[in-house]
């Protein structure tokens, strides 16, 4: 598993790092795996669910690394829906994608996660 000097690339590895401003809403250094909210937001909730570490896309992930990819989507499933009551938003439901191929720009595998409005 990556270490946290293999991801000096990823903007979402500097957040973690506290190193880039951005907002972290969840943190869990035992799974090594946070959410963050996006920088360029497409709903009033757009976080990204990210493991720590980074330099493969998401398909890469799910590829090399299938049970470490359905973790990070069980760990955004249950960290969205903990916190309904400080978005409530979210209980108008959520949706999670993620991109393949081109259009996945930044080498750091990632869910997104989207209220619906």
Known sequence: MATDTDYNGSPFAAILRGEEEGTIIARDDHQRFAI???????????????????????SEMKESQGDRFMSLLDYALAETRARVDEYPVLENGFTIKFHCGAYETIPHAKFHILSIE
């Open 36 to 58: 963050i909210a996006s920088m360029e937001p497409e709903a009033a909730v757009h976080w990204l669910a990210i493991p720590f570490e980074s330099g493969f896309s998401t």
